[in-house]
């Protein structure tokens, strides 16, 4: 009984692995290469497959998801003969997991030499400062490369990415001493036309200050000329209104003449020769205001004479002090 018992047991082991190696269950966006004898069947997709024991084999399990993979650093020649080192990250998905199995041997290693070798030949085209503004050019251009070399491989290449640039240090020094100076001068052009600009708006604002000031005393003025001609046409009017003769007007040219001789600057005092016409008027005035007084024994008739005389001995009193020179 016990040797039967071994085969039983036997049996069942064996059926428990044949129906483990029949029954393959892929995961979603992934697949499994199959080989009958070595020789590729066919490819399994997610879900339950079912295989031959024995027979059939699981080559190869493939992630068909998108991936990313950095590589380090390569050092890069460029046109004016400096040495770079370049970052680089490559996205791509594989689309075809037969021909990712049998067409290439390792496809990560396959593009990252391609990578290398591509990298090289596009900056080798191009000078350092070039090489530095052009990422989205040197990114285009080696995915170009890449999608093209490795689509037999059944490989999509979604994106290339530089990571870093890193010229040599002696031209990193070099590179911020002349950005410093760009800044520098930037600062410096800025500063000068905030400056200018500055003077420019003093300049219009005390223009603009000036034109006022002067619109404003040329309207003082018209106003002042407008009054002082205003009061004059008013005296005017109020003269004729009232009706005044010779005899008052030569009056109040008697009380002006004072005036006119205030101050102390005044060292000379140049009599007008209109004096004797405004005392003759003021003497003929006296001699008809003479009689009304009563009891003073002014005669109109010697007044009218004497008025006379002492007229023409005003005028020429004043004739004398015409030619006489001034005295300092």
């Known amino acids: 009984m016990q040797p ?15 129906l483990v190696k029949t029954i393959q269950v892929i995961p979603q966006a992934s697949a499994a290469i199959v080989e009958r004898f070595g020789r590729y069947t066919r490819t399994l997709n ?47 998905q594989v ?5 990712a199995t049998y067409e290439v041997a390792s496809y990560i290693q396959a ?23 052009s990422r989205e050019e040197i990114n285009a251009a080696l995915r170009g490369v890449l999608d093209e070399a490795t689509g037999k491989w059944g ?21 911020e001493k002349q950005m410093r100076a760009d800044r520098d001068k930037r600062a410096a052009i800025l500063q000068a036309e905030g400056v200018r600009q500055s003077e420019i708006l003093r300049a219009e604002g005390e223009k603009q200050s000036s034109i006022l000031r002067a619109e404003g005393e040329a ?76 009891g003073s024994g002014f005669n109109p008739q010697n007044s009218g004479k004497d008025g006379g005389n002492g007229a023409a001995a005003a005028d020429k009193a004043a004739a004398e002090r015409r030619e006489q020179p001034p005295i300092d």
């Open 4 to 18: 039967i018992i071994i085969v039983l047991i036997i049996l069942v082991v064996l059926v428990f692995i044949a």
């Open 46 to 92: 997610a879900g339950l497959n079912i295989v031959v024991p024995f027979i059939d084999s699981i080559r190869n399990r493939i992630d068909l998801r998108e991936q990313v993979v950095p590589f380090p650093p390569q050092p890069v020649i460029t046109q004016d003969n400096l040495v770079v080192n370049i970052d680089t990250v490559i996205y791509y």
């Open 95 to 99: 689309t075809d997991a037969r021909a």
């Open 111 to 133: 593009i990252e030499q391609l990578t290398v070798t591509t990298l090289r030949n596009i900056i080798g085209g191009m000078d350092l400062e070039r090489t530095l503004t």
């Open 155 to 175: 490989i999509r290449v979604n994106r290339v990415e530089l990571k870093a640039i890193e010229p040599p240090t002696s031209i990193q020094d070099s590179m």
């Open 219 to 294: 309207k003082a003025a018209a106003l002042k000329a407008e009054g002082e001609a205003q009061a004059i046409r008013t005296v005017f009017e109020s003269i004729h209104a009232g009706d005044a003769d010779q005899k008052l007007l030569a009056y109040q040219y008697l009380q002006m003449l004072p005036k006119i001789a205030e101050g102390d600057a005044n060292k000379l005092w140049i009599v007008p020769s209109e004096i004797g016409d405004a005392l003759k008027g003021l003497s003929g005035a006296m001699g008809n205001f003479g009689p009304m007084g009563g």
